[in-house]
């Protein structure tokens, strides 16, 4: 692991683990990471469709509420209980963890969704990225890892700084989301910066609360984007799986 030692960490040792870190990060959470994010949109398809979301404007607004009263949030704390659990070696806790999580996702699409990202993340990461004690986490969980369960425990087991994988987490969800509506409105460049831009704020204040949530403080009010994530499943034309 990244950060664990008994000795005295110098000022240049230090420097080499946050840049370690971050390394590992921009490379897990990167688009070019092949976990196949670009394959789904999380229901926004369907929003598009429609006509919830037509512009810059409505989009912001959608993925707002994603963020902080739906999904967004909720992965987000199964991120950071998962990251607990496997950093401390509660293997009974990260498996109730997993199961939760699994359980919370509201489609069948977005089960296919979030469960063969969080395959994919495990698979490649004990391929090309792995650490001593992520096999006995994973083996440890009796359901399929969803994705922010995934990325928790590699970055745990990696020593990878939690707040560093929470907001760089909830950085490329935001911006896979943006990535899928700018194909579909379509969208611009520019624009989707912006819209970027718009959602810094909220991005940051759901990592904070989420570091701060219990299990018990889960839960969603963003009904028309669980509505959203059915109705895809049966959509006539799709260009994603989600």
């Known amino acids: 692991m990244l950060m664990t030692t008994n000795e005295p960490v110098s000022p240049a040792d230090l420097a080499g683990r946050e ?69 401390a070696g509660e293997t009974t806790a990260l498996n109730d963890i997993a199961e939760l999580a699994a359980a919370f996702v509201p489609s069948r699409e977005r089960q296919l969704e979030t469960t063969s990202q969080g395959r ?31 990325v928790g425990v590699v970055a745990a087991m990696h020593g990878v700084p939690l707040a560093s994988t929470l907001h760089a987490f909830l950085h490329a969800l935001v911006s896979n989301w943006i990535s899928a509506a700018s194909r579909l409105i379509p969208l611009g460049q520019t624009d989707s910066q912006r819209v970027l831009v718009r959602l810094e704020a909220a991005a940051a204040a759901t990592a904070n609360r989420a570091l701060n949530a219990t299990l018990d403080d889960l839960g969603s009010a963003t009904f028309r984007a669980d509505l959203a994530s059915l109705r895809h499943e049966t959509q006539y034309t799709r260009l994603f799986r989600s």
């Open 19 to 87: 840049a370690a870190a971050l390394y590992r990060l921009m490379t897990w959470l990167s688009p070019a990471f092949p976990v196949g994010g670009f394959s789904y949109s999380s229901g926004i398809e369907w929003a598009v469709e429609a006509g919830d979301i037509t512009d810059t404007a409505t989009l912001a607004d959608w993925l707002d509420a994603m963020l902080g009263d739906g999904s967004g949030f909720c992965d987000a704390t199964f991120l950071v209980h998962a990251y607990r659990a496997a950093e």
């Open 120 to 150: 994919a993340f495990i698979d490649i990461a004990r391929a090309a990225w792995d650490a001593d004690g992520l096999d006995a986490m994973v083996a440890a969980c009796r359901t399929p890892l969803v994705y922010p369960v995934a």
